[in-house]
């Protein structure tokens, strides 16, 4: 494991480099989401037995950290392709089981930035919120998973093109799709068991259970820190194909 | 330091590489010229285990690249030739992120910082983001990064490419100095004064072979000390002689504009080849 602190060191300098800009623009979205469909419909609506706002809260933490720490995925791609910096942890001593652990677990520290970030708007918005240590279990599973596939895809793709359009067709209906802004018993049967076979289907279930106070669905929780142990270990294939 | 064995490095239909053998010393200012696409960054990339070769085998400081290659990137700082800083970061904390990376504690590397920035003039700018540096800064500054480990082998890759002449120079005092020092260097270069000023042996690489291999004044000596140039009706002439007088009586004889003047590497690349270097 020589090497992972350069590597997770960078990011901790990058973010706080950053910190401020990553604030903002971490906190714009679920904002809007929580003004238009909070506000405007969470208090006259209930979503399987509770006021939409209180439903919504916990898709969005699951929607944003997915999408946060997917998003290394960018930032892998530009430190290979446009500053080459990717270049200079390949011609250290660092093994790629290293470099996966270090990029991963700046891809978890973004997802917890931007989780933290919607926990604080839920209190501005007076949405009560379950803190406990099954919700941060289910935010960590859900970081872990989709900063391991982001390990993947930005090892794979051979442009900044490529990886915009695995955004547009993965993530994007995936962070819509996946009981994050509805309620997957709204839809048909075989349209509902598609959707949670998605690894964001189980981490929002489990997110949501643990942010309103139920009891932790396990199967759920464990079926994303599985299919977060696949794509880690995929992804340090994935890294080392990418020496070649 | 560095004994490389027959290395082949072959892309689907393209051989880059073809049995590559060399053996380098321990403190030797080594050269490695070519064309572009001669197969240059592709020997680096595999000496630095950036890619694998398709056959043959390859030792640095004992270490076998393909067996153990994190033992044998210990051994090795790499400056490439495209510029792999980053930008948003200080100069500081890019060693930093570098040192941690080849595994070293926080107080060496802030020492082996100090010692490197100033070493390469940089240390009243540790602070500044890497972004606002000129292409010499940023040059330097790969240097003293691929440095901070303290290396045996130093493996750089065009360095002074985009460069103006006076950055150029400047870096030219710099790896003499840290050859002096006791570093064995790798310089891979297209530009022939380069390898000329700085190397104590030269290779020439074309299409993947090596095709020379020497003190650069005996590779010039062994192509002839003396050029004269032809400029004729199908364009310019090299001819080599071991002596002026024979070359003077040459030129005189010519019913063309004939220019006489002292060999360098890029002729015994042109005699050997029939191409400029920089083509």
Same mark, same amino acid.
């Given at each position: 494991m020589r090497g992972f602190l350069g590597i997770f060191s960078r990011e901790i300098m990058i973010i706080r480099k950053r910190f401020f800009k990553m604030l903002i623009s971490f906190s714009v979205t679920p904002l809007l989401y929580l003004i238009a469909f909070g506000w405007g419909l969470g208090h006259k609506m209930t979503v399987e037995g509770v006021p939409y706002i209180s439903?919504?809260?916990?898709?969005?933490?699951?929607?944003?950290?997915m999408s946060r720490s997917f998003a290394i995925s960018s930032e892998i791609n530009i430190a290979r392709f446009y500053w080459h910096i990717f270049e200079e942890f390949q011609a250290a001593p660092v093994s790629n089981l290293a470099i996966a652990s270090g990029e991963v677990l700046g891809g978890i520290l973004r997802g917890f930035f931007a989780s933290f970030i919607i926990i604080i708007l839920a209190f501005l918005f007076h949405v009560k919120i379950h803190l406990n240590v099954f919700l941060f279990l289910a935010i960590l599973g859900n970081t872990f998973t989709f900063s391991s596939l982001a390990i993947i895809t930005s090892m794979l793709v051979r442009s900044h093109a490529d990886q915009s359009m695995l955004n547009n067709f993965i993530i994007t209906p995936m962070a819509f799709l996946c009981g994050t802004v509805f309620s997957l018993k709204a839809l048909p049967g075989w349209a509902a068991g598609f959707i949670q076979l998605l690894p964001l289907s189980p981490a929002t279930k489990a997110i949501r259970a643990s942010a309103l106070g139920h009891p932790m669905p396990w199967i759920a929780t464990g079926s994303v820190f599985a299919c977060g142990i696949v794509f880690f270990i995929l992804g340090i294939?994935?890294?080392?194909?990418?020496?070649? | 330091m560095i004994e490389i064995e027959n290395l082949t490095k072959k892309y689907k239909k393209i051989t880059a590489l073809t049995r590559l053998t060399l053996h380098i010393k321990a403190g030797e200012f080594f050269g490695y010229l070519g064309p572009n696409g001669a197969g240059?960054?592709?020997?680096? @990339?595999?000496?630095?285990? /950036? %890619? @694998?070769?398709?056959?043959g085998t390859a030792r =640095?400081?004992?270490?076998? =690249? =393909? %067996?153990?290659?994190?033992? %044998? @990137? @210990?051994?090795?700082g790499v400056v490439p030739q495209a =510029?792999?800083?980053? $930008?948003? /970061?200080? %100069?500081?904390?890019? /060693? $930093?992120?570098?040192?941690? /990376?080849?595994?070293?504690?926080?107080s060496v590397i802030k020492e082996q910082t100090e010692k490197w920035l100033d070493f390469v003039g940089l240390l009243p700018h540790a602070r500044r983001a890497v972004r606002a540096f000129s292409g010499g800064m940023k040059r330097r500054l790969m240097i003293a990064r691929a440095l901070l480990h303290t290396p045996a082998v130093l493996f750089m890759d065009e360095p002074t490419v985009g460069l103006d002449a006076s950055g150029r120079r400047n870096l030219w005092g710099l790896l003499k100095r840290i050859n002096k020092e006791g570093a064995t260097i790798f310089l891979t270069t297209h530009y022939i004064e380069e390898a000329e000023t700085l190397c104590d042996r030269v290779g020439i690489l074309d299409q993947g072979a090596l095709i020379a291999l020497d003190k650069p004044t005996a590779l010039i000596a062994a192509a002839g000390k003396v050029v004269v140039d032809v400029y004729g009706d199908t364009g310019l002439q090299s001819h080599f002689f071991q002596d002026r007088r024979a070359a003077g009586t040459f030129a005189a004889s010519r019913r063309e504009t004939a220019t006489l003047r002292d060999a360098n590497l890029e002729d015994v690349f042109v005699k050997l080849t029939g191409r400029r270097v920089t083509a």
């Open positions: 439903f919504l809260l916990p898709g969005l933490i699951a929607m944003s950290s294939v994935a890294i080392r194909g990418a020496r070649e | 240059k960054t592709t020997t680096v @990339k595999i000496l630095t285990s /950036l %890619a @694998k070769p398709s056959s =640095i400081g004992g270490c076998d =690249i =393909i %067996a153990t290659p994190l033992e %044998a @990137k @210990k051994l090795t =510029i792999n800083l980053d $930008m948003e /970061l200080s %100069a500081r904390e890019n /060693l $930093m992120i570098h040192g941690l /990376l080849y595994g070293m504690s926080r």
